[in-house]
């Protein structure tokens, strides 16, 4: 059995009998790193701040053999701020602590593309498919990927900022082709 972590910004897989580790990704690096969750999320600096391991956004295929993910490039999101007003220590002055936090009128978002990486050999198939806006929440967080039930497939919905349209894409890891199944608009 194994599980995935997250270690400086990259995906890496330990034995749970042996301790064994490994390093799937080498390419990570702040605001542009595997299976992490956006900072627009409400806990992200209180996250940071208390040293929270965070479990990485990713699902393992039904034989445990590949890890269905996402690289999230966060770079051109604008920094928002909070202010720690009681930090201890001296304590008199407060703290400032910054996150990448969109607002309704941003242009930019974090940028989710999928991937997939074979958790034996490391190899990362890029999902061809245009990135998914993300701003509080990852699509494996938002249950918006999974793989099909004992098959070499998975699929991904992808969202439109507003929520006025979705549409249910098919993956075929072998290829990484992607197949639009089913899509649906609406005006509200």
């Known amino acids: ?15 749970v009998e042996s301790g064994e580790e490994r390093q799937l990704t080498s390419d990570g690096e702040r605001y542009n790193d595997y299976a992490s969750l956006p900072e627009g999320r409400t806990t992200a600096v209180s996250d940071r701040l208390s040293g929270k391991r965070i479990p990485p956004s ?18 051109a999101v604008r920094e928002m701020w909070l202010l720690q007003g009681h930090p201890g220590g001296d304590g008199a002055r407060a703290v400032p602590h910054s996150y990448r936090m969109p607002l309704p009128c941003d242009s930019e978002l974090a940028q989710a593309r999928l991937v997939i990486i074979n958790a034996t050999t490391s190899e990362r198939t890029d999902v061809q498919a245009d990135p998914i806006a993300c701003v509080a929440f990852a699509p494996p967080e938002r249950g918006y990927v999974g793989w ?20 249910l894409h098919a993956i075929d890891a ?9 899509e649906g608009r609406g005006r509200t």
Do not use: Y
């Not at 295929?61 to 966060?74: E, I, M, N, V, Y």
């Open 58 to 75: 990713a699902v393992w295929s039904p034989d445990s053999t590949k890890l269905l993910t996402h690289r999230l490039d966060q770079r």
């Open 148 to 167: 099909c039930s004992g098959s070499d497939r998975a699929w991904f919905i992808h969202r439109e900022r507003g929520f006025l349209a979705a549409s």
């Open 1 to 15: 059995e194994r599980e995935a972590f997250v270690r400086s910004h990259n995906l890496w897989v330990r034995d």
């Open 174 to 182: 072998a290829t990484r082709a992607t197949t639009q199944i089913v």
